[in-house]
RNA sequence: GCGGAGUUAGUCCAGCCCGGCAGGACGUCAGCUUCCCAAGCUGAAGGUCGCGGGUUCAAAUCCCGCACUCCGCACCA
């Protein structure tokens, strides 16, 4: 299983493909799902959903897309989410201007001065393009941010770089009027925007891209004060701490030898390993890697990013940021906000422990996880969980006459409300078998003359191609078992 | 954004060098056959040849520009 393999079967079956494509001015970094995608990409959030959010007890919120100016003031998103940049006159090749000026002069200028400063020290010290020995430009901004105008007066806002945003400055109202005590967890599952300079990957680096963040609040000086960390004590988590070797340890041992920094950070992160592992997604090739201070974003104090291992190397799927109380301490200036709340009559200002999922990569994890070449069988499966599978069961009859395509029909129709059930006459049963198994099918039901005479059908497993025979009347209890959440 | 390679049916690809009717395989659809794993037979649909311009009697093919995809570099708060 490749990348190949992958977007090809994207492509033929209906999981995603580029967007706008019959037009030659398709920007690129934008992707579609299609009917296939869409179903697997609900049923991954609803696994979230459970996962997560209802075993935590978190709040769930779906803010907006575009928010104004002063959020992105108060995050640091306008001034820290931007290069500066300079062009070669010459041969138009961009550096990132403070990395090029390191490396020439060894000066530091950083990366936040003025752009002033940049231009000041490029033509003080002579610095030419590495490629051409090119004048530069002027040091410019890029700010990876997509800008929008609002109304007549085209004010300015943004499209949110990440979704967390909503969930701060919803922070003060969701607190008093939903009875949260801390830590609380809020959730969003949203849409976010980045002006990436080169998207790549289909669904790896994206200009929009769907987000599932969790926002911890939490009492900073209460992080070892968790009495749910005993549900995940014994959880299993593949850590890379400091040096480059993987450490399969249980989060117990993980706090104890400080490979861990507190029982939050380690309740939180168990929860992704046990949530990740309902996927599908190999958990093995899996791990937590600490980030070095040059890789951290700019909010984190702490970051772990969990990773797997595809064929295309190690995935960055979700970022634990300990963001500390730079979010709502800032928010709180700008806005003149109160985000200080109660914890046992004592006020604080919680602090933010973040998980920050990106799904769509999530999505191609599972695809190139789940994808299987039976070669002795001459057959691609995607053994996808029941509970994800685009396509619950298949409905087919063996053959359209003798009336079994009617009673195939009144099948379909009982099941096709409650499950997402494919219908299917035509061609050879053993092609149709296959395209089920294409796009991850678990069970097959199907109609032969047998099921006439004593309301009996075969259902088929698509792992093991094997078949049993069972009533009709049984077959929603049997299917309610089997594509069941875990 | 730079360098390299590409872009032709849903998918994979041939045709391009050397300009002259738009092709193949798989897939899809319909019919026949078949009571269980991509069989067979018959037929059909499916194309702005990435986009725009130029050269030419004639452009998928030659030239120029652009976009997109992939690989490498850089970037990835």
New binding site residues.
């Given amino acids: 299983m490749n990348?190949e393999q992958i977007?090809?079967l994207a492509?033929?079956r209906g999981f995603y493909?580029?967007s706008c494509e019959?037009?030659?001015?398709?920007?690129?970094?934008f992707w579609e799902y299609g009917p296939s995608g869409v179903s697997l990409k609900n049923k991954f959030m609803d696994l979230w959903r459970r996962e997560l959010v209802r075993r935590d007890r978190m709040w769930e919120i779906d803010g907006s897309q575009i928010m104004s100016q002063s959020v992105f003031v108060a995050s640091g998103?306008l001034s820290?989410?931007a290069?500066p940049v300079i062009t070669c006159q010459k041969?138009?090749?961009?550096?990132?201007a403070d990395?090029l000026i390191a490396e020439i002069t060894s000066l530091v200028v950083p990366e936040s001065a003025d752009l002033e400063q940049f231009d000041k020290v490029i033509s003080e010290k002579d610095v030419k393009c590495p490629?051409c020995k090119g004048n530069f430009d002027n040091t410019k901004k890029f700010n990876?941010m997509f800008k929008v105008g609002i109304g007549p007066q085209s004010e300015a806002a943004y499209l949110r770089?990440?979704t967390c945003q909503s969930i701060f400055v919803d922070f003060p109202r969701l607190y008093k009027t939903m009875r949260g005590r801390l830590p609380i967890g809020v959730a969003q599952i949203g849409k976010?925007f980045?002006n990436?300079?080169?998207?790549?990957?289909?669904l790896l680096?994206l200009r929009e891209f769907y987000q599932a963040e969790i926002e911890v609040f939490c009492n900073p000086n209460k992080l070892n004060e968790m009495d749910r960390f005993s549900e995940i004590e014994n959880t299993e988590i593949r850590l890379m701490v400091d040096d480059d070797t993987i450490k399969q340890v249980t989060c117990k041992e993980a706090l104890e030898s400080g490979m861990l920094p507190n029982k939050l950070v380690a309740y939180y992160l168990a929860l992704l390993v046990e949530f990740y592992r309902k996927t599908g997604i190999d958990v093995g090739k899996s791990r937590f890697r600490k980030l070095g201070d040059k890789?951290k974003?700019?909010?984190a104090s702490v970051a772990f990013d969990f990773e797997v291992e595809t064929t295309?190397g190690w995935l960055e799927l979700v970022?634990c940021n300990y963001r500390s109380d730079y979010d709502l301490k800032s928010h709180g200036t700008v806005s003149k906000e109160k985000f200080e709340v109660l914890d046992n009559d004592v006020k604080v200002l919680p602090h933010v422990f973040e998980l920050?999922m990106g799904i769509d990569r999530s999505l191609y994890t599972i695809l190139e996880h789940s994808f299987r070449e039976d070669k002795e069988?001459?057959?691609?499966v995607l053994s996808l969980k029941p509970y994800l599978a685009p396509i619950h069961v298949g409905i087919l009859s063996?053959?359209?006459?003798d009336g079994l395509a009617e009673k195939t029909d009144e099948i379909f129709s009982k099941l096709k409300t409650r499950y997402d059930a494919f219908l299917?006459h035509?061609?050879?049963?053993?092609?149709r078998?296959?395209?089920l198994?294409?796009v991850g099918a678990p069970f097959a039901i199907?109609?032969?003359?047998?099921t006439l005479q004593d309301d009996t059908?075969?259902i088929?497993m698509r792992d093991s191609?094997?078949?049993e025979r069972i009533k009709i009347s049984d077959i929603e209890s049997h299917l309610a078992d089997a594509t069941a959440y875990p």
Avoid: W
């Fill in positions: 990348y977007i090809q492509l033929e493909f580029p019959i037009y030659s001015d398709a920007p690129a970094g998103h820290s989410f290069d041969c138009k090749s961009i550096f990132r990395k490629k990876m770089p990440e976010s980045r990436e300079i080169s998207p790549r990957q289909s680096r890789e974003a700019f909010y295309i970022a920050s069988n001459d057959r691609v063996l053959m359209k006459k299917d035509s061609g050879a049963i053993g092609r078998y296959r395209r198994d294409e199907t109609v032969d003359h047998q059908v075969t088929r191609m094997s078949q």
